[in-house]
T-cell receptor
Framework: DAGITQSPRHKVTETGTPVTLRCHQT?????MYWYRQDPGHGLRLIHY???????DKGEVSDGYSVSRSKTEDFLLTLESATSSQTSVYFC????????????FGSGTRLTVV | AQSVTQLGSHVSVSEGALVLLRCNYSSSVPPYLFWYVQYPNQGLQLLLK??????LVKGINGFEAEFKKSETSFHLTKPSAHMSDAAEYFCAVSPYNTDKLIFGTGTRLQVFP
């Protein structure tokens, strides 16, 4: 299995503070994704990346930015956290790419108070 | 825009009964289709996927799904439910010629003894 690690696993932060979540993979896959999961909404795509410094927006990108300076790391930043961003965040990689297999991390539970 | 609809946010069955979870997609070109399972407080695990090969796809844990182009459906079935099948199930679509994976809102399966 492709190694994919999310950090932190849990975080509580205050409204208005910046927050960065990290997704790390060990197998050099090109495509990486950030989703948020909320009851009644399933998983919604925030941003994704198709290579170093190549990123694009998903359906719920407002209030989020991403960066990918190395193949193995995909960072999600909440510039100024709001209570509506309280959610569980999942990172995913497409591995192996030719087989359209997506693998998910264990998630980060973020609470904004 | 591509979308996927899961009918029924909650499904309850007795142990040993047939499991049927419904998924319909909207697309003029058949996409790639996936079913994922999420156990409480865990990440997502791939059950099975359709990538334009056989229309009847067999997955893990005894689940299978049939791609029906005429009905734009990809329903998930299991002949005999087990208590351990209790989880949330997500249908997802990767539209043709895109790099995105779009999820339905999920169906929570309860299995009663």
């Amino acid at each position: 299995d492709a190694g994919i690690t999310q950090s932190p696993r849990h975080k509580v932060t205050e409204t208005g503070t910046p927050v960065t979540l990290r997704c790390h993979q060990t197998e050099n896959h090109r495509y990486m994704y950030w989703y948020r999961q909320d009851p009644g909404h399933g998983l919604r795509l925030i941003h994704y990346s198709y290579g170093v410094k190549d990123t694009d927006k998903g359906e719920v990108s407002d209030g989020y930015s991403v960066s990918r300076s190395k193949t193995e790391d995909f960072l999600l930043t909440l510039e100024s956290a709001t209570s509506s961003q309280t959610s569980v965040y999942f990172c995913a990689i497409r591995a192996p790419e030719k087989d359209y297999g997506y693998t998910f991390g264990s998630g980060t539970r973020l609470t904004v108070v | 825009a591509q979308s996927v609809t899961q009918l029924g946010s909650h499904v309850s069955v007795s142990e040993g009964a047939l499991v049927l979870l419904r998924c319909n997609y909207s697309s003029s070109v058949p996409p790639y289709l996936f079913w994922y399972v999420q156990y409480p407080n865990q990440g997502l695990q791939l059950l099975l996927k359709y990538t334009s090969a056989a229309t009847l796809v067999k997955g893990i844990n005894g689940f299978e799904a049939e791609f029906k182009k005429s009905e734009t459906s990809f329903h998930l079935t299991k002949p005999s439910a087990h208590m351990s099948d209790a989880a949330e199930y997500f249908c997802a679509v990767s539209p043709y010629n895109t790099d995105k994976l779009i999820f339905g809102t999920g169906t929570r399966l309860q299995v009663f003894p």
